[in-house]
Every structure is written in structure tokens, then in C-alpha cells.
């Protein structure tokens, strides 16, 4: 290589080994100030549900239990939604409609995660509370409905969860649709499906693709901070009902991290921070590996 | 038995199955009219002059505005910028250089991993890396942690309109003996610079919405600030403080920021959008 | 802390990125820029804690800035236990709490630092159930049963015993209280441990504690909100809060088994009695105060201060804010619900304001 163009690489190469840095950078950084909590607690963090700063007692079980709850229930909403607007966009709609409906969705994750908090806190609790308290009495003593009507609770964050999920899930799943080769769906039409079973196969041939995008959305969920501590309600409690105030990871720790008042509480924070950091870290590799996957396939199988 | 007429069972299925994408469409689009509708509708009434031009009042008093948090907004969007442009269109042209070689493949794993590492762990990372050395808040700590968001969106876009520039004009200029550097600054990304521009713009817009890593880093201040090592105001989180407080003044206030938010957002997302629409139509994609 | 310096390998590298170097070497703390020494440019200086003054300290801080227009204190309300840990870790200049730091608490900071009280205000119970006209009355053990989850509807039996002739509707409870580390908390949990052992033994005395149950709301504007917001709510804020935002509160039942009802009169006669005997370091609690008319959710709350602070400049400020705060500035104490300190007090901290060190 001429010594000019190793000057290059060399040069843009250590703008690019900084984006790599940062990463580990951040990797170290939250492993190394959460020492103090993981040496203490252990995995007994991840088990105990006493979240009490006064004692020095931390147990986070609570949160990952509300994170995950939360992003699981926001996905069983989000997901079919999404997934029929992509199949609509890609597959249905009438060519003029397609260009203003993508850019409708996409104006859906374009809106910042505290105008849609401070919406939930005005708009959305007051109806949730509504509904929780037009609920007949049968309905409110099921595990899933009990409780006092709050309005800020599980129900309002996961509700908020699915929205601000599904444009990201229906995006990459448009794109994984799209890479679908016409020929499967004209082997499908020629067999005598109907609109739907065509689609259908051309889903299931998508299918890594597809749980791909749900993932992706996932990982969207798990991570959403703003709008889910201004109505989840901050209560440290494992519950089931869907009216109760919990609590997830990322919310405790935009709430209480300028207040660890030592260096104990500071680091179990930071401990949480961490495992949220790993559990994203995991969901998008796996999400971006069945994508991935998925489009190796379309080129194997194009090139037989 | 008729083998060219397809049961009505199966009509009927399909049928339902449009409809029900149809209605998946408008089941999304409902709480996106609700959220601007409501933005709008509140925010406009409290937008006036004062809104723009006056620092926030004390506790309890009426009036004031989010003139420092506006501000401070622009200087956080803007260092961040400065911190990432470089960093992100320099990792967009290694990427796309330099695509096959391991290294490539490590930085876009990186890349793509810190795209979805969630805004709050940016913000711990900013705390622990900036603000305690420092000794105090400042405005560079959430402009850090800003332009950390920034950098991958920056550089993928930056790699995929690299690669979309015709091979033939990278032939041409090394075959006209320009060295790689001469070739890569003067010739391809000059060619994909539109889109480059679109990326960063909408990198910004991202950016200026996020909350979760200024409460820690830039955190707030009720004087009108410019300096870079002292706390700045910013409108995400004033619209955040008023929001969670019982004051109707500050609810009002809050609306309103989030209109402003909402626009600045939205502006520029549309029209990077727009742009990038019409870079894509004219390389007939 | 020293834990946070030994990862510097990810610091120094992260650390060259930044691209205005404004900060360099790890400066020592000042709250303001480098080169604002001199009177005429504008010194800001930041502090950050508890919520429950917020509304009459930044009407201090803007009537002061308006007096000294050079000089610009910047005051975020965070809670009582963000005031404690920002100060401790010396990222703001001064903090301030409705709970006292504890032993370990000043021990664990790099510096002494100094307790001032500024005013006095009281915790009051809100609530929020639609239709009710008249005022509740509670008493402490009430209180506790209902934050410890013992007492469920408001048409509870120990409630309507408490208030004959009042139509108490059966509906649940929600009971609110503080999601962050807060003095507000601090005070309330204090005077409930002390009328109540139970709720001692099982929730204890601190700025954060473990709620058996509820909703948490952030500062006392949060909880505010959620009361205003949650028909059939409690829950316990400043005094201001509940006025200026006009939520019911109730009245207390206090020592001498009166009920009283906060009020600057109420407060001033609670902290009369601690007053006299008023310890050097200021740290004191009068909740559940003796003596007639005497609120007893009430409380003093403290700025905290470095007695030996890096930056002289800023400490010199804070001195002379002080100074004025326990003079001129109690005269704003009324009008926003808080009672202004006993004279003797304030003759106490005047003299207690000289061992700062400002040159």
C-alpha cells in the first residue's frame, strides 16, 4: 500500500476505533463502578425484592420484573399492529397511499419520548383510570385487573410501550417483506391462493426476518425512560395486576440516581444500569442476527 | 367439483385479513392525531412572546418561559454535533472503504450496538466519565452524552450513502493517480454529501428530543445560560420538571415546549426525509 | 470517590474526544467559570436539594439576584437526598435537606459541613375526595395505620371515630408518598416512628424508605399532582404545596391532643419550644413538638455548606446570601406558608456563618 493511503486508513481508522472504544468504554465503565454492589449482593440481587435504602438492603428483582413485563405486554399489542401495517404498506395499499403512510409512521417514532410521557400523564392515565374504575366488579377481583384505580400503572406504560414500538417493528419488517422474492408470492397466486394465503407465505418464508423485527421492538421497550416513569407509578413491587404501580430499570434510575446518597446505593444503581445494558446488548445482537440471517437466505436461495 | 372457483370460506378469510390490516393501520394512527392534536391544541394557547423570550419565574408565579431552555437546547444539539459529525462521517468512510477487513466488521458491530443501548446508560456513562472528573454538571456532559447517540446513526447512514456513490467515479479519480484520501474527500463524499447532511439532520432531530441522559449531566439551570462547564437548561427537561409538577402554569408551559420539541423534531425530520426521497429518486433506487 | 478512579483507561481515551477542552485536568471544585472572580462578571453558583422550600428559595434566590445582579444562584429542586449527595460528591456548591445528614452521612464527606436552618414549614396530610366539605381531622397513629396499609377505606372505623358527622365514602385508599430521597419524607416519617412504634420498627427514619405500599410521586410536585390527580388519594407535602395548588389538607393531632391545623402560627409555636435549647450544629427535629397550638408535623430545613469550601468566591456569596436570607429574606417566609426562624436562632447561625473560611 503507497504510504499516503496507510496514512489514511491509519488516520480515519482511529476516528472509527473510537466509536469501538466508547462502547467498551461504556461496557467497563458500568461494570467497574457496579464492583461494590455485585461484590456484596451477587446474584442475590437479581432474586430479592427488598429494594430499601435506608438498611442498605438491594434487591432488584422488581425492576426487571416491571421492565420485562412492560415490554413483553407492549409487545403482544404492538406486534400485530405493526406487522399489518407493514403487510398493508407493503403488500395492500394502493400504490399513491404508500408514501404518505410510511411517513405517517414514521412521524410516530419521530415524536420524543417526553411529549409522549407528558401526554400519558394528562390524556392517558384519566382514561385508564376511567376504564379501570367502569370495570365491572367480577372483572376487578381476577389477579390481573385488582387493585385500586390508580391510573398510573402497568397498563398506561405498557399502552404507551406499544405505541412508541410499533413504527420501529413495522419498519424493518417492510424491509424484510420487501426483500421476500416476487416469486414466491407469484408461486403462491398461481397455485390459486387467495390475497391472504399468498401473504402468508411470503411471511412465513420472512419469518426469521419477521421475529427479527419483533425483537428489535423489543429492545426498543426495554429501554424506553421518559414516558414510562411518568406513568408507571415508581412502586418497587412484583405484581401481577395490571393496575398496579411498578417500576422498571431504566425508571429507577433516572429517579433515584442523583440521590444515592452513598457509595452502595450509587453502585446498585449503576448495577442495574449495567444488566439493562447487557439484556439490550443481547436482544439487538439476536435480532440483527435473525435479520441477518433471513437476507443470507434470500441470496442463497436466489442464487440456486 | 369446480377446481378454478376458491371457496368462499377462504374469500372470506382473505377479505377479513385486509380489513384487519387496514384497521392496524388506523388503530396506529389514532394515538398519533390524539398525541398532536392534544400537543397542539395546548400548546398553542400558551405560546406568546414571553414564552420565547423570558427565563423561567420563580416557584408559583405566573408567566415566564423557556427562553434559557431553548437556547440551551440549540448549544447541547450543537455540541453534540461537533463531537459526532466528525467521528461519525470518519467511521461512515472506513466502513465503506475499508468494508471486507475485520476491523470494518468490528466498528459496525459497535455501531450497531450502541444504537441500541438505552439513552438513560448513556447518560450514566456521561456522569461517571465527564461529570465526575469535572467536578460539577456542565453543558459539555450532556453534549457528550448527546453526540455518543449520535454517532451511530451518523455513521451507518454515512457508510450506506458511501456505498450507493458509483464505482465508477472512484475508479476514475484513482486512475487519474489520486491518492485513496484524495479520492474519498474529493471526489466520493462530496458525491454522497446530500445524504451525509440528511443523516447528521436527522441524527439532531433524534437527539434534541431525548431526556433521559441530560437529567444527570447538563441538568438544568433557571438563569440563561451559555457557558460550557456550568449546568444548562434545556427544553426536554423543563417540559419534564413542569410536567410531574402541580402548578397549572407550568402544565401550560410544558404543552408548549413540547410544541416547540414537536416542531423542531418534525421539521427536521421531514425534511431530511424529503431529501433523502429525492437522492433516492434521482440514483433510481 | 475513589472507586470511580481506577477505571481510567475508558476516561483518558473517551476524555480526548471531547472536543472543547474547556475542562482539561480534573479541575478542583468550583461552581463557577475559571476567570469569574471579579465583582462585575457573574458568578453562578449551583445548588440542588430539597423540594420543600423550593418555592420560597427561588423567590430568594431571584429577589437576591435582582439586588446582586452578578450574582446567579442557581437552585434545582431534587430532593432532600439528591441535596445530600450532590454536595457530598461536591458536583453543586451547596445542598439543602429537611433531614438532617447523619453521622456517617457528614463523615463520609471530604469536607465539614455546616447545617443552616433558613426557615421553618410544616408537612401536612392531602387529600383528595371529591364532594367532601368539611376539613379531616387525623391523628399520627391514623397515619401510620394507613401508610403501613392497616387502614384501607376511608369509612375505616378509627377514621369515623376521628370525624362524627363527616359522610366518608367507602371507597380504597391510594396512598402517595415520595418516589426520591426526600426531607418532606424525612420529616413525615420521623413524626410517624414517634407516635407510632410499629411503623418505626417496620419502616424506619431515613430521607428514602420502603413503602409498604402506594404510588410513588416525584418531589412534592409530583405527589401533589397525583393527589390532585387521583380521586381518593393521600398523601403529605409542604405546606405551600397544598395551598397554592388548593388540595384539602387535614388537621393533626398533636402532644397536648389538640388538632391543629398548619399555619405559620402553628409551625412558629412547634419550633418555640426547641428553640431555646437549640444544639450547635443545628441538626434538631421538633416534630410532634410539645406545648399548646403547636403543629407537630413541623420542621426546620437546612442549606448545607462546606465550613472550608475551594472556592472562596463562592463561598463568600453564599455568606452574604445567608446573611441576608436570615434577615431581609424571612420577610417573603409568610405569604408562601413558611414561618420565619426564631430570633435567637438566627443570632446563633449569624455567628455560625463566620466559620466558613471565604479567604
Redesign the interface.
Known amino acids: 500500500m ?1 504510504s ?2 496507510l ?3 491509519i ?3 482511529v ?6 472504544i ?5 461496557g467497563i ?2 461494570a467497574n ?1 457496579s464492583w461494590l454492589s455485585l461484590q456484596k449482593f451477587g446474584l442475590n440481587f437479581w432474586r430479592t425484592s427488598n429494594w430499601d435504602p435506608v438498611a442498605g438492603d438491594f434487591g432488584a428483582l422488581p425492576f426487571i420484573w416491571g421492565t420485562l413485563y412492560s415490554s413483553v405486554l407492549a409487545l403482544l399489542m404492538a406486534t ?6 407493514a ?3 407493503s403488500e ?1 395499499c394502493p400504490p399513491f397511499l404508500r ?1 404518505p ?1 410510511i ?6 417514532a ?10 400519558g ?3 392517558l392515565v384519566p382514561v385508564v383510570r376511567s376504564v379501570e374504575t367502569t370495570l365491572p366488579e367480577s372483572v376487578r377481583t381476577l389477579p390481573f385487573f385488582s387493585g385500586p384505580p390508580f391510573g398510573v400503572g402497568m397498563l398506561a406504560a405498557a399502552l404507551i410501550l406499544a ?1 412508541m414500538v ?2 420501529f417493528t ?1 419498519a424493518v419488517a417492510r424491509e424484510v417483506l420487501k426483500t421476500v422474492p416476487m416469486t414466491q408470492r407469484e408461486a403462491a397466486y398461481a397455485l ?1 391462493a ?4 399468498a ?1 402468508r407465505a411470503a411471511m412465513f418464508f420472512a419469518r426469521t426476518g419477521i421475529i427479527g423485527a419483533v425483537m428489535l421492538g423489543f ?1 426498543r421497550a ?5 414516558a414510562v416513569t ?1 406513568v408507571i407509578g415508581n412502586n418497587p413491587q412484583v405484581a401481577l395486576s395490571l393496575f398496579a404501580p411498578q417500576y422498571t430499570m ?1 425508571a429507577v ?2 429517579n433515584e ?2 440521590e444515592a446518597a452513598n457509595a452502595l446505593y450509587l453502585s446498585a ?2 448495577e442495574i ?1 449495567l444488566v ?2 447487557i439484556i ?2 443481547l ?3 439476536l435480532s ?1 442476527g435473525l435479520i441477518w440471517s433471513m437476507a443470507r437466505q434470500v441470496q442463497v436461495k436466489a442464487a440456486a | 367439483m369446480n377446481v ?1 372457483r ?1 371457496p368462499p370460506a ?2 372470506i ?2 377479505a ?3 380489513v ?6 388506523v ?3 389514532v ?2 392525531a ?3 392534536f ?2 397542539i391544541s395546548q400548546g398553542v394557547q400558551s405560546l406568546n412572546l414571553d414564552f420565547f423570550l423570558h427565563n423561567p ?4 408565579e405566573v408567566g415566564g418561559g423557556m427562553a434559557n431552555a431553548i437556547v440551551g437546547t440549540l448549544i447541547l444539539t450543537g ?1 453534540a454535533a ?2 459526532a459529525v ?2 461519525g462521517i ?2 461512515g ?3 465503506s ?2 468494508r471486507g477487513s475485520r ?2 466488521s ?2 459496525r458491530f ?16 456521561a ?12 453543558t ?1 456532559a450532556g453534549g ?1 452524552a448527546l453526540g ?1 447517540m449520535m ?2 446513526i451518523i ?1 451507518r447512514t454515512t457508510e450506506e450513502l458511501l456505498l450507493l456513490v458509483p464505482n465508477a467515479l472512484r475508479e476514475g479519480a484513482l486512475a487519474l493517480g489520486a ?3 484524495r479520492a ?1 474527500f474529493g471526489v466520493i463524499v462530496p458525491a454522497a454529501l446530500p445524504g451525509i447532511i440528511t443523516g447528521v439532520v436527522l441524527a439532531l ?2 437527539i ?5 441522559p441530560l ?2 449531566t447538563s ?5 440563561f ?1 451559555t ?5 444548562i437548561s434545556s427544553i ?1 427537561v423543563q ?3 413542569y ?5 397549572e402554569d407550568w ?1 401550560r408551559q ?2 408548549a415546549g ?1 410544541l416547540v ?2 416542531t423542531i ?2 421539521i427536521c ?2 425534511a431530511a ?1 424529503m431529501a433523502a ?1 429525492r437522492v433516492a429518486r434521482i440514483r433510481g433506487q | ?1 475513589a472507586q ?1 478512579q481506577i ?1 481510567y483507561i ?2 483518558t481515551l ?2 480526548t ?4 477542552c ?2 482539561g485536568t ?8 475559571g476567570g469569574a472572580s471579579g465583582g462585575s462578571q457573574a458568578l ?1 453558583i ?1 445548588g ?1 436539594g430539597a423540594t420543600f422550600p ?2 420560597v428559595y ?2 430568594w ?2 429577589e437576591y ?1 435582582k439586588l446582586h445582579p452578578n450574582i ?1 444562584i ?3 429542586s431534587i430532593g432532600s437526598g439528591g441535596g445530600i449527595q450532590q454536595v457530598t ?4 456548591f451547596f445542598g439543602a435537606t429537611d433531614g438532617p445528614m447523619n453521622d456517617e452521612q457528614l463523615k463520609a464527606a471530604p469536607g465539614a459541613i455546616l447545617h443552616f436552618p433558613t426557615v421553618l414549614g410544616a408537612v401536612v396530610p392531602v387529600y383528595n375526595i371529591p364532594g367532601l366539605a368539611e376539613d379531616l381531622k387525623f391523628t399520627g397513629q391514623t397515619l401510620a395505620d394507613i401508610y403501613l396499609g392497616k387502614i384501607k377505606k376511608w369509612n375505616d372505623p378509627a377514621m369515623a371515630k376521628l370525624n362524627p358527622g363527616v359522610k366518608l365514602p367507602a371507597t380504597d385508599i391510594t396512598v402517595v408518598h415520595r418516589s426520591d430521597g426526600s426531607g418532606t419524607t424525612y420529616i413525615f416519617v420521623d413524626y410517624l416512628s414517634k407516635v407510632s412504634p410499629e411503623f418505626k420498627s417496620q419502616v424506619g427514619v431515613n430521607t428514602s424508605v420502603k413503602w409498604p405500599e402506594g404510588v410513588g ?3 412534592n ?2 405527589v ?2 397525583l393527589v ?1 390527580q387521583t380521586p381518593g388519594s393521600i398523601g403529605y407535602v409542604e405546606l ?2 397544598a395551598l ?2 388548593k ?1 384539602s389538607f387535614g388537621s393533626v393531632q398533636n402532644a397536648a391532643g389538640e388538632f391543629v391545623k398548619a399555619s405559620v402560627d402553628s409551625v412558629t409555636k412547634a419550633a418555640a419550644a426547641e428553640a431555646a435549647s437549640m444544639p450547635a450544629d443545628f441538626r434538631v427535629s421538633i416534630t410532634n413538638a410539645p406545648g399548646a397550638g403547636a403543629y407537630p408535623i413541623s420542621s426546620f430545613t437546612w442549606l448545607l455548606l462546606y465550613e472550608d469550601p475551594k472556592d472562596k468566591a463562592s463561598g463568600k456569596a453564599m455568606v452574604d446570601f445567608v446573611t441576608w436570607a436570615l434577615t431581609d429574606g424571612q420577610k417573603y417566609c409568610a405569604d ?1 406558608g413558611y414561618a420565619p426562624l426564631p430570633a435567637n436562632v438566627v443570632m446563633l447561625e449569624q455567628a455560625a456563618l463566620s466559620r466558613i473560611k471565604v479567604s
Open positions: 503507497r499516503p493511503d496514512g489514511f486508513r488516520g480515519i481508522g476516528f472509527a476505533a473510537a466509536l469501538v466508547i462502547v467498551v468504554g461504556i465503565t458500568l463502578d400485530p399492529v405493526a406487522l399489518g401495517i403487510v398493508f404498506i395492500l408514501a403512510l411517513f405517517l409512521t414514521e412521524l410516530l419521530a415524536i420524543p419520548s417526553i411529549v409522549y410521557g407528558l401526554w400523564i394528562f390524556v405505541v410499533v413504527p413495522s390459486g387467495t390475497r391472504f394465503e401473504i429492545g426495554l429501554g424506553e425512560t421518559m411518568m431504566a434510575i433516572a440516581f442523583t444503581l449503576i444500569g439493562l445494558f439490550t446488548l436482544v439487538n445482537m440483527r | 378454478t376458491t377462504r374469500k378469510l382473505s377479513l385479513f385486509v384487519a390490516c387496514g384497521l392496524a393501520v388503530v396506529a394512527l394515538p398519533l390524539f398525541v398532536l392534544f400537543v419565574r420563580p416557584v408559583g455540541l461537533t463531537l466528525p467521528i470518519l467511521s468512510v472506513y466502513l472503504e475499508y476491523f470494518a468490528t466498528v459497535a455501531a450497531d450496538t450502541l444504537n441500541g443501548v438505552p439513552s438513560i446508560v448513556i447518560g450514566v456513562f456522569y461517571a466519565v465527564v461529570v465526575l472528573p469535572l467536578g460539577h454538571f456542565s459539555l457528550f455518543i454517532i451511530p455513521a491518492t485513496r484520501a474519498v432531530a433524534r434534541a428530543g431525548e431526556t433521559a437529567l444527570f441538568f438544568n439551570n433557571a438563569f445560560s457557558s460550557l462547564t456550568q449546568p426536554t417540559v419534564f420538571t410536567a410531574i409538577s402541580p402548578y402544565h410544558a404543552w413540547a420539541l414537536v423534531v418534525l425530520s421531514m426525509r426521497a | 470517590m470511580f477505571r475508558a476516561l473517551a476524555a474526544l471531547l472536543t472543547a474547556g475542562g480534573t479541575q478542583p471544585v468550583t461552581a463557577d467559570n453562578q449551583n440542588a423550593n418555592p427561588s423567590k434566590f431571584s439576584n446567579r442557581n437552585y434545582q460528591n461536591q458536583t453543586v410521586g416525584k418531589g410536585e409530583g401533589s399532582g390532585t405551600i404545596y397554592q395548588n388540595i408562601l
